[in-house]
């Protein structure tokens, strides 16, 4: 089966090292990118400064995340993709680095701000290199990999940072980051080699066959991507991208001071317990997957999904002030389905815009998305839970799933028939 991008086939070894280290890097990217937020209030109070003036660093990067990523996603398309990972890396480990040894609150805000710059370089860039050398089948089970790396990458935070604070200080958990950061841009800048000169035969061999576009009804690399958007029904898929990054990181930002305001449990148990997100995430992925494989529609497989996630919040808002595990049970449901749908919508959707050159623009555009939705989030239910309660601010995130289904359910037959003939007209330029 010949890889989505058109770039000569790997030997399974190969495939077995390029899927390992594409999972090292963005386990990598969480490790470095989410200790502020969970050292945040540690921070705030070792440097005595105001709780919301610390998390100010957290929304720029969310912020800066999200502006970086359409921006390196064209970019991901035009230049060596190993190259600005290997760039994203290092400079993201620098910024850890100084965040590590700097006291000044402002001085931190910046830099976490430019961190959330130089790690929107990673991800368009990885979608557009895994597209270039796995096949379909390939690159599904990457993405579940990478996606589960992600969620390790989360676990070890919310570990990494409470040792740190017990063996030496909260500097420490931006310490080890920045070291594992380094360590890991070399192991892709090497071990990924071999990976730049096949990405560049392959789209040679690609360039070569579009001369005959007219004859064999190719997809054409160049074409505008304001068409492919109208083509492909992607419009109102973004809106669901923003309402799945908003309930993904506003929750997990959220739950330990949720568990802690309605249910009065310190503070560290409270934290301890955003642990079990990434856990059901990890289970919901492989379900998500597996899902996926059958159905063959990626907006399909997150109706599904978007209808789990509605039933939950129903149940949550029943339960949620009466029963504390019952509560934690279904917020880890309901964040798992998320992470469900964030594989399909942000790992698998681009891909079909592989053979139109957009696989690292839309990846940027749809990840810019989701990470307005978090930002947006982020902010939004700390002012709702302060205007109203947490009662209210459960209501709207019923609301956001509840739209986000139908406006799914709405793309899901536009979306399949791109879907299908971009897998047709990739099975031609094989051919």
């Known amino acids: 089966m010949p890889a989505l991008g058109g770039s000569a086939g790997l030997t399974q070894k190969q495939v077995h090292l390029f899927s390992l280290m594409c999972c090292l890097v963005y386990g990598t990217s969480y490790l ?9 209030s540690a921070i705030a109070d070792s440097l005595e400064v105001s709780h919301q003036l610390a998390g100010l660093a957290v929304i720029g990067s969310f912020i800066a995340y999200g502006i970086g990523q359409p921006i390196f996603g064209v970019l991901g398309d035009r230049f060596q993709p190993r190259v600005l990972i290997f760039s994203g890396l290092l400079l993201t480990a620098l910024c850890n680095a100084l965040i590590s040894v700097i006291s000044d ?21 990885l979608v557009r290199i895994m597209s270039q050398h796995l096949t379909r089948e390939q690159y599904r089970k990457t993405s ?17 940072v409470p040792l740190s604070i017990m063996v030496s200080s909260w500097r420490l958990s931006f310490v080890v980051p920045a070291l594992i950061g380094v360590l890991v841009a070399f192991i892709w ?64 930002t959220w739950m330990p001071s949720y568990i802690q305001d309605v249910y009065h449990i310190q503070t560290s148990i409270s934290i301890l317990t955003t642990i079990i997100l990434p856990v059901f995430s990890i289970l919901s992925v492989y379900i998500a997957a597996h899902v996926q494989r ?15 996630v509605v039933a ?69 239910i700390s002012v709702l839970t302060e205007w109203s309660s947490w009662g209210f601010t459960i209501l709207v995130l019923g609301c956001m799933s509840i739209i986000g289904l139908a406006v799914s359910m709405l793309c899901v037959r536009k979306w399949g028939a791109f879907a299908q003939s971009s897998e047709a007209a990739h099975t031609r330029i094989q051919l």
């Open 32 to 40: 470095t990118r989410y200790n502020f937020m969970a050292a945040v």
């Open 105 to 125: 609150i402002v001085a931190l805000i910046v830099i976490w701000f430019i961190n959330g710059i130089f790690q929107s370089m990673l991800w368009p860039p």
């Open 144 to 160: 579940v990999g990478v996606t589960t790396a992600s969620s390790i990458g989360t676990i070890a935070v919310y570990l990494l």
């Open 189 to 252: 800048l090497f071990g990924t080699r071999e990976y730049g000169d096949a990405a560049r035969i392959g789209e040679q061999e690609i360039g070569g066959q579009q001369g005959n576009s007219k004859v064999t009804n190719m997809p054409i690399g160049d074409k505008g991507l304001r068409t492919l958007i109208m083509a492909s029904g992607i419009g109102p898929i973004l809106l669901v991208v923003v309402f799945q990054g908003a309930l993904r990181d506003g929750i997990t």
């Open 294 to 308: 059958y159905v063959a529609n990626e907006i399909k497989t997150t109706v599904y999904l978007w209808m789990i």
């Open 312 to 380: 939950a919040t129903v149940a949550l808002e029943m339960l949620f002030a009466s029963n504390a595990i019952g509560s934690v049970l279904l917020m880890a449901i309901l964040m798992g389905c998320v992470h469900g749908i964030n594989l399909m919508l942000i790992s698998h959707v681009p891909t079909h815009f592989a053979n139109y050159r957009k696989v690292s623009t839309v990846s940027g555009l749809v990840n810019a998305c989701a990470y307005l939705g978090s930002a947006v989030s982020i902010y939004g």
